[in-house]
Structures are given as structure tokens and as C-alpha cells.
């Protein structure tokens, strides 16, 4: 009887064991088909016209705008294998992200990609007018000391990603289709590659190393890879000018109108850009309805300088009127192995500065020198350990930049706060003294200077000058009052963008054990 219990033990036993052995080969299983299937495609998925591209990838760029094609030429022509998938490759149509600073230009020269503003009409642009309540003055880019063809550009922006993407397309290692990814391949919490699909509809998976999502402002990937908080501080009303001239030749016109700034550059030898900026508390007039086109002509066009007041009136009566809302949206990554954010995917900020481009080539500068020394990305884990540097290498320029732009659309914005209308004011005149006066703002505008604690003290000085214009030379309870609230109203404007941006990283980068480890790579 003994002996037949022991028997039947151990045959339990046995049976369990194979049970339990047969389910873990299932999981498995289960677990790495798709990292088989995307093997499996990467010889399937080669057809004749990519031929001579590479089938095997280091990185997967997901999208060919500005950063994704910029990052596709600089990765491949450091020999990664590079495949890019973007939406649509047709020739975009923006109406923005047509402002290269000359900080950015620097950048594209760094990158190699200085000729892509040549041969499309780009403009140079050696700086600013400002205009407030009839008074202009003009802000000059300090480019002292650099090449004679260092400048700001404006242009097309669609015939701008045309040349780089033509460009990154001409290496032999970097493959560019057109196709919609749909969602991040994730393996036991690595991302493994994308899925996507083809124009003609067929669901494909591609595989990588690194993944870097770069798809824009309406990104549909970002909130596995970040924590997004995108604001809409306002709208920009569209208008293109046509046979005129601007006051200012080769500069950006800034009008500090009711109730928010309104922009004039030139994006073509025939072309102004007018971009109008209506406030989020403000209702958007109708398009539709003839609402926008009167309130166009009502309210916007007696603030126009008188020089282009025809051009713009004439521009509405064509009635090709675009609008576009502004985002705004900090950096606030989740470090994901196998992945990273790039571009207005991952951080954003308004346009109004026109810095956006200048921060994606910067951020790609300090990508590419993080990546080079490195000849396997095989380990997700580790690279993602390593690529948290990033995170904190690029924030003196970026948030530089975009704590300007958030700062300078709240000062120049008109206010029911008195002490908010002395700072405008303040503001105006500050830069209008000239010298380091403006000097100093307009390097940090143009990404030629972006250091944090420089815009801190020129963000301060405005607010001292502001005071000191109030209570010099008859000083008033009344007038000392109005000071203190004008240091109030700087402080409410400057510190909460400050702290979105991440205060310790922006001036503190040194504290940050992730900048020291990249420091020994």
C-alpha cells in the first residue's frame, strides 16, 4: 500500500513538472514573437525600390520634419543605419517654424546642413524692430565675430524639411519611407521598434535598438514616453503679404498691439508672413461667418505700421485667412529603454521668439555627441541609464529659450494690471536704450547667448529700470507701491516657467548625477 502512494507521487510529480515546463516554453513563446515576427519582416519588407538601403536598423526615426530629418542625416552620416518613417513626405504647409535664428543657424552648420537654406528663397534676418503705440526701434543681432553668412533665415518651412529631407535620403544608410506608425512595439518594458502602416495599407513592424519618436506637436506616442501638460496660451491668425515692403528691411517686425504682439517677416523675395496673435481669454472670431475678417480690419489694422496697412488689407479681402493654435509644453520625460523624444513631441514652447528649430538642432547636437562614442545600443537598460544625461545636457540652452519665449508673450501681452502695463512699457524702453541693453536680450532671443542666469538678470533689470522710472526723481507712496508690484508681477511671470523647466537642471546641471556619469563615457 506504501509502495503505491510513493508510486503515485511521484507521478504527480512528473506530471507537474512537464505541465509546468510546457506552460513556461508557451510564455516564452508568447514573449518573443514579436521580437521573431520583426525579424522575421526586416528581410520581407526590402522591396526593390529600397533595394540598396540597409535592412537591419540601428534606430527607427518616427517622423521627417525638422529634428527627425536633421537626426537621420547626422546619425547616418556617423554610419548608423538609420530608418525613418514619416506620415506624409509630400512638401508641408505651415505657417509656422519659418524662423531660423542665427543660433540655430550655427547649429545647422555644426550639423552639416547649412546649404538646406539655400536655393529656396530663404531671407536673411539680422534682427528685430519692435513697434509700440507709433514709437519702432531697432534691435540688431550681435554678430560681431562670427562668419559673414551667419544670420537668422526665413523661409518656407515646407521647402526647408524638403532639403533635409533630400539630403538625408542621399546616404546609403539611412532609409526614408512613408508610412503611419501606429503605436511603440513593447517587450518586458522595452520598446523593441514601432508598428506602422505602409500607404497602401499594409501593417508592417520594424525593429531596433533605439527608437526616437519625433512626430510633431500632435504626437499620438508621447504619453507613453512622457507626461504631457501641453497649454494653449493662443491662436495665430495667418496672412500672407504681397507686394510690399517692410520698414526694416531684412528683420522681424514686432508689434506690441491690443491685446497680444503681432508679426511681420519676410519668407520669400515676393512674401511677407503676417502672423496675428489672438489670446486663449479671447473668443476666436469666425472664419466662416465673416467674424475673423472684420475683426481683422477693425481691431488689427488701425495698430499696422503705415507702410504695410494696403498689403494687409488687401491680404484679407483674398481671404486665404489660416489659424493655428500655439502650445506650450515643458520637458517632463519618463526614461524608457529603448526610446527617446525629440522635437515639438517633446517640448514646446510659443512661437513667438521663434526659437523652436534653434532648441531641436541644439538638442540634436548634444544627441549625437552623447551617441558617438558608443558602438552597441544592444543594451536598452544601460543606454537608457546613459541617455538620462541627455535630459539634463540640453536644458541650459532649451530652457533658456523657452522661458524667454513664455516671459516676453506675457510682457508683451496687454493687461488690465496696471503694474503688468508699466512692465510692457519698461520693457519697450529697456531694449530701446541699445547697447548691452539690448544687446544682451537679443543674444538670448536669437540663441547666440542662452544662459539661464544672463536672462535672469536682463528679465530683473527691466523690472529695476521699470522701478526706477517710478520712483525717480519724485518718489511717491503711490509710485513705490506700483514698484514693489512690478518686481511682484516679474517674479509671478518668470519663477512658475522656471520651475516647469526644472530650476535644478537649468542652472544646476553639475548636481545632476546623470550630467557626471556622461562626463567618463
Known sequence: MESEYVIGGIMAFLLGFIFFYKSAGRRKIAISREVVKCETLKSSENGVKQAEKPAYSDIIIVGAGVAGSALAYTLGKDGRRVHVIERDLTEPDRIVGELLQPGGYLKLMELGLQDCVEDIDAQQVFGYALYKGGRSTKLSYPLEGLDSNVCGRSFHNGRFIQRMREKAASLPNVRLEEGTVTSLLEVKGTIKGVQYKT???????????????????????????????????????????ENCELPYPNHGHVILA????????????????????????????????????????SKVAPQIPPELFDAFISAINKGNIRTMP?????????????????????????????????????????????????????????????????????????????????????????????????????????????????????????????????????????????????????????????GARMISVALGIIFPIIRDEGAQQMFFPRTIPAFCRSLVV
Request: proline letters at 8%; charged letters at 15%; hydrophobic letters at 40%.
Open 326 to 482: 500655439n502650445r506650450s509644453m515643458p520637458a517632463a520625460p519618463h526614461p524608457t529603454p529603448g526610446a527617446l523624444l525629440l522635437g515639438d513631441a517633446f517640448n514646446m514652447r510659443h512661437p513667438l521668439t521663434g526659437g523652436g528649430m534653434t532648441v531641436a538642432l541644439s538638442d540634436i547636437v548634444v544627441l549625437r555627441n552623447l551617441l558617438r562614442p558608443l558602438c552597441d545600443f544592444s543594451d536598452a537598460k544601460a543606454l537608457c541609464e546613459y541617455l538620462k544625461s541627455f535630459y539634463t545636457l540640453r536644458k541650459p540652452v532649451a530652457s533658456t529659450i523657452n522661458t524667454l519665449a513664455g516671459a516676453l508673450y506675457k510682457v508683451f501681452s496687454t493687461s488690465h494690471d496696471p503694474a503688468q502695463k508699466e512692465m510692457r512699457e519698461a520693457c519697450f524702453d529697456y531694449l530701446s536704450l541699445g547697447g548691452v541693453f539690448s544687446n544682451g536680450p537679443i543674444a538670448l532671443l536669437s540663441g547666440l547667448n542662452p544662459r539661464p542666469l544672463n536672462l535672469v538678470i536682463h528679465f530683473f533689470a527691466v523690472a529695476i529700470y521699470g522701478v526706477g522710472r517710478l520712483i525717480f526723481p519724485l518718489p511717491s507712496a503711490k509710485r513705490m507701491w506700483m
Open 258 to 297: 491690443d491685446p497680444s504682439p503681432i508679426l511681420f517677416y519676410r519668407i520669400s523675395s515676393l512674401e511677407i508672413r503676417c502672423l496675428v496673435d489672438i489670446p486663449a481669454c479671447h473668443q476666436m472670431p469666425s472664419i466662416s461667418n465673416g467674424e475673423m475678417t472684420n475683426y481683422l480690419k
Open 199 to 241: 500607404r497602401t495599407g499594409q501593417e508592417l513592424t520594424a525593429c531596433a535598438p533605439l527608437t526616437i519618436v519625433c512626430d510633431g506637436c500632435f504626437s499620438n506616442l508621447r504619453r507613453s514616453l512622457c507626461n504631457p501638460k501641453v497649454d494653449i496660451p493662443s491662436c495665430f491668425v495667418a496672412l500672407i503679404l
